[in-house]
């Protein structure tokens, strides 16, 4: 069936590192992609998304781009900053309107 | 224009009990979904209301079970608790039931059964 895995966490940066979370998914036929995010003590926000095959999704400095030769949704942002310290989840959505999240990575970012 | 609310934000029951979380979408929002958020885990689909009907359903037993009313609000009840449904319940809304956009996650109830 249809799965996600991503990384496991916690990885810990300093400001202004680079990041890197990565995603994998299972899927058949192209399903769309998304990255939410969950600030401490509050609801998943869709942070970007992406729904076909070599679309970059963007938002906030974060950046993924859907690449179905590796079935691959990494996240990235090139200077993190200590409020992007949250768990971020990678999640795909296919033929029903469900989305399938991976189980979540915590980023800390210190000063 | 307020987001997606859900309440209570945290209760414990006790194992055998029965449990309702509410709902309430986001202003213009017309289908609601309901996941459960196990610790360390990411977030499970349980099911899906639109028209005030189930219109799709995850991998869980019949003791989960909701409700939409017309006014889109909806509950999720849960019977006979066992410990592992301790967990962190997300309602979420969109409009329409094929409609591609943004999903809007509420805060959350947490449930503790001891």
Same mark, same amino acid.
């Not at chain 2, 009840?77 to 809304?93: I, P």
């Given at each position: 069936g249809n799965s996600v895995t991503q990384m496991e966490g916690p990885v810990t940066l300093s400001e202004e590192a680079f990041l890197t979370i990565n995603c994998t998914y299972t899927a058949t036929g192209y399903p769309s992609l998304f990255w939410y995010v969950q600030y401490p003590g509050e609801g998943l926000q869709l942070l970007l998304k992406a729904t076909k095959a070599d679309d970059k999704g963007s938002n906030k400095g974060f950046e993924a781009t859907y690449r179905k030769e590796t079935t691959s949704f990494h996240l990235e942002k090139g200077s993190v900053q200590v409020s992007d310290s949250a768990v971020y989840f990678c999640a795909l959505r296919h033929n029903t309107d469900k989305l399938i999240f991976g189980t979540g990575t915590r980023l800390q970012v210190f000063p | 224009d307020a987001g997606v609310t859900q309440s209570p934000t945290h209760l414990i029951k006790t194992r055998g009990q029965q449990v309702t979380l509410r709902c309430s979408p986001k202003s213009g929002h017309d289908t609601v979904s309901w996941y459960q958020q196990a610790l360390g885990q990411g977030p499970q689909f349980i099911f899906q209301y639109y028209e005030e009907e189930e219109r799709q359903r =995850?991998? &869980? *037993?019949? %003791? &989960?079970? =909701?409700?939409? $009313? *017309? +006014? $889109?609000?909806?509950?999720? /009840?849960? /019977?006979?608790? #066992? !410990? @592992?449904?301790?967990? !962190? $319940? #997300?309602?979420?809304? %969109?409009? @329409? !039931? %094929? +409609?591609?956009g943004e999903l809007f996650f509420g805060e959350g109830s947490r449930l503790t059964v001891l």
């Open positions: - | =995850g991998n &869980f *037993p019949d %003791r &989960f079970s =909701g409700h939409q $009313y *017309p +006014n $889109y609000s909806s509950e999720l /009840n849960v /019977n006979a608790l #066992l !410990l @592992g449904d301790s967990a !962190l $319940y #997300l309602c979420a809304s %969109r409009t @329409g !039931l %094929r +409609n591609t």
